[in-house]
């Protein structure tokens, strides 16, 4: 069994920083690749940032330049650093671990940045 749990949202000003984390309880043996997704809104979620099994990583335009996609191995956690942030950035984001076919996801967290 596998779970996921995220934290680290909130309320922001324009420019401000946030780091989300994503913790994982029970048992992975094989992890394909991790990512963050978000959805603002009235629109469809989109994927934000990856990070692959061989350290890879690749980013939405949108956020690139701004945003940290990492991993703690002995934690079993994922981050999204998050800085500069702006209006547009927010939404509810959500964890994802991908497993043997299988795709894991935390509960989602909002985040909140105002003008």
């Known amino acids: 069994q596998v779970q996921l749990v995220e934290s680290g949202g909130g309320l922001v000003e324009a420019g401000g920083s946030l780091r989300l984390s994503c913790a994982a309880s029970g048992s992975i043996f094989s992890i394909n690749a991790m990512g963050w997704y978000r959805q603002a809104p009235g629109k469809q979620r989109e994927l934000v940032a990856t990070?692959?099994?061989?350290?890879?990583?690749s980013y939405a335009d949108s956020v690139k330049g701004r945003f940290t996609i990492s991993r703690d191995n002995a934690k079993k956690t994922v981050y999204l650093q998050m800085n500069s942030l702006k209006p547009e950035d927010t939404g509810v984001y959500y964890c994802?671990?991908?497993?043997?076919?299988?795709?894991?996801w935390g509960q989602g967290t909002q985040v909140t940045v105002s003008k």
């Open positions: 994802k671990i991908s497993s043997m076919g299988v795709d894991y």
């Open positions: 990070l692959s099994s061989g350290g890879s990583t």
